[in-house]
């Protein structure tokens, strides 16, 4: 059993790795943008005060350092003024760290207005951080509103900063929710804002009735500050119907060892064809070629020379290489895996696109840094597959700052006892007493006990893995230690039976999983085997499906996420579609979502 500790000093952290954790995306970046008094987002450094050493770790980027600082002093100990200052600053860098309730928690530890009688807070910052609290906390419709109280009092790059924070976080919100909110609304600027969300929200599927509705809704709301600056991408949506391919290339293997795979990524693509067929899109030709048979790269220029304007594929990682030798494609190409992930030049027109588990274990640990935890032990599987996720976890947690202070891995689905008593010290402590024991020559009362130098512990396992694990854990006295894990735990079909031992389990998954939309409805009665192990794969089908026509305004617009059923979809600088996830919690035997927004791994990747 090959097991090893890993052990790691604790250094301060570089301002480039530690803006890893600082919350990106346009809604976030744009709403610190103030007016006046300060530059933008920015907390000015000083040289002495009680409160300077956390002013001046956040002015230079140095989150963890800061918050060490700040958990150390003492509010009551400061005068009046700086008590005020001191929740800014602690609800100003929750913030960066992605921790919305205790920036909430802190924003409401002073009296309403207190913010705006110190004169070196940025005016309306208090305002600004708390749109920034309530997205982070899944709050999304109260963030655009409490944007839209500030939009009165804004003008030039901050205005139009906050406006496309709006759209965002209507776009971050669940459709049920904005259409509840806009039969009761009697405000004709948030009336507004809400319709436009829906239009778009309802028509994901169909982007010839998006812009129909589009240009109605302007001619409705032509006094809308929307109207006049449309925001996210919609100022592009007409350049994307005139574009989208009308023939395309679907490159999958039906036979062999990976036909069971390519068959329902096929299956779940022609489910959304058809979805979008039925709801009156124009919807292309697509010619399926099976890529199981013969050399990929020849059948590929085949595929070319047939007429087709767009490839989706090829699946294996092989044939993605092969296809990342070239300088450029002849047309757009949405790979379904990803090939060398360090390859730094990429093909023009090369998008790739998978289910990698190893960016689910990055977001793993920038979940735990923002949930507070600062040391982690690793338990994963043997064999490559428990080895990709162990190293992208470690350099992502370690580059964050955190402490790995064990890992093992484990082999098969047997006893795990001896692998956990060893990972968490547990076999020390047992040691220790028999040689005590032996030394003194009596009986000693003696409780066995695990380490106490950790915060949490990170898995890597398949579900009938970790039903096993979560109990091993109590069995060892680590009952109590929270255990974060990627979306492998869940099998995706609920069970209170099957999964009560998997109680507190926290771990991210996809909105075909977490959701359960009506198209994987739709999929599992025309195709029973969905229900099982490949039920994630029909959803990515289906996303390829999702993609097509927005590659190019994902690719020029890096805010822009297109919402789908293997996640919230963007793409990095390396044509590499990366996807922001959900977390989800085990209670009473039943996964379910969870609260909040986590900064995910398009954070490094320039988006």
Known sequence: MLAFKILMKTQAMSNRLLSVLIITTLMIAGCSTQPSRTKSGSVPIVEEGPLSTIQN??????????????????????????????????????????????AISALNAVPPGAFSRIKDIPEHDSGFIRAQALYLKGEFIASARERMFLSGVLSGQANQQNHQGIWSSLMQA???????????????????????????????????????????????????????????????LEDYVENKADYIALMLPLNGKLARTGKAIRDGFFASYYQALQAGAKVPQVKVYDTSQGDFWNLYKQAILDGN???????????????????????????????????????????QFGLAVEDEAELAATFARQQGHQSAIALVPQGSWGERVFSRFSQAWQGQGGALVEAQFFSGSGDYNKVISQLLSVDDSERRAYQLRRQLRTRLEFQARRRQDVDFIFVAALPHQARQIKPTLAFNFASDLPMIATSQVYSGSPSRSKDRDLNDVMFCDIPWILDDPELRSTVKKQWPQAAGGLDRLYAMGADAFTLYPRLGQIKVLRYSRIPGYTGQLAMDQYGQIVRKLSFAQFKNGIAKKTQGVVGHVEQQRSL
Do not use: C
């Open 57 to 102: 770790h956040i002015a230079m980027d140095r989150l963890f350092e800061a918050d060490i600082s700040i958990q150390e002093l003492d509010p009551y100990t400061l005068s009046q003024d700086d008590q005020v200052r001191y929740y800014w600053l602690k609800a100003k860098l929750a913030v960066a760290l992605g921790r919305g309730e205790e």
């Open 309 to 351: 304007e767009l490839v989706i594929g090829p699946l294996s990682k092989q044939s993605v290489e092969r296809l990342q030798q070239e300088h450029r494609l002849p047309v757009q190409t949405l790979a379904l895996n990803y090939g060398n992930r360090d390859y730094q030049e990429n093909p023009e027109q090369l998008y």
């Open 174 to 236: 669940e459709l049920k929710d904005i259409e509840a909110l806009q039969q009761k609304t009697q405000t004709v600027l948030f009336k507004g804002w809400l319709d436009l969300a829906l239009l778009i929200k309802r028509n994901q599927i169909n982007l010839d009735q998006q812009l129909s509705n589009l240009r109605l809704w302007q001619a409705q709301y032509d006094g809308h500050p929307a109207a006049k600056d449309l925001p996210g991408e919609l100022d592009q």
